[in-house]
């Protein structure tokens, strides 16, 4: 008889064990950022590195002997800011690729996004607390702050992906309307054929819905995903629970690093 207090075999969901302490051994490093490195917040520039995170970044990097990379979904420029060291960094969800010096490359971006971004502020000017928020290949719809117009802004995201080819990403609390022609998966299989990282698993950690590309490329490169967050459907081995476990075992793991 299957316990009440087993919810992973009662919900049917294949249970993630823990990292091992040792799993960044001979590895290459790849890091979400928000919900992964650093806490959700309301708006996405309310977010901050803290010492800590800085602190562990440096060392993580020493450790790795730089076969470390930060695979977002915010614009790459932004993400590489808020560091305070020279991160390889992927933003827009696999579309752009800031090299360690700086060195950037970009797509074009998709002229429909002008329109796309005025039909959007349309909507949120009809739901007081959703946001609009302009990326360099995308524009996407927040709606933490106001939780009634998911179904209005999934469904006019959706209408307007479908409308000018380009492609549909969701996420939590959100959804983005972007160009296609890359994902987190395609990002860390790139970043896999750089001489410094080649040769090495991947091991990648994120916690939303669009991190599952990077879980499906680790795995299939030898490697690993590792999900922060509640249990669910993912093609990740490893589990942590927030933001704080992810950075404790990042802690612990350092110094198995290498």
Known sequence: MIGQSDPMVVSGLRPLAHPPVDLLREASLFLDFDGTLVDLRETP????????????????????????????????????????????????????????????????RPAALAGIRASMEN???????????????????????????????????????ATHDLHLQPGKMMIEVRAGGGDKGTAIRTLMREPDMACRRPVFMGDDLTDEPGFVAAEELGGAGILVGEQRETAARYRLDDVEATLAWLEAASAEAG
Do not use: Y
């Open 123 to 161: 909507l949120a000017a009809r739901h007081s607390g959703v946001l609009v928020e302009e990326k360099p290949f995308g524009v996407a719809l927040h709606f933490r702050r106001c939780p009634d117009a998911e179904a209005d802004c999934v469904g006019l995201a959706s209408t307007l992906a």
């Open 45 to 108: 520039d309310a977010v901050r590195v803290e010492h800590r995170l800085s602190q562990l970044m440096h060392r993580l990097n020493d450790r790795l002997t730089g076969r470390i990379a930060v695979v977002s979904g915010r614009p790459a420029s932004q993400v590489r800011q808020l560091f305070d060291i020279d991160l390889v960094v992927v933003g827009s969800h696999g579309m752009e690729f800031i090299a360690k010096g700086g060195t950037a490359r970009t797509p074009d």
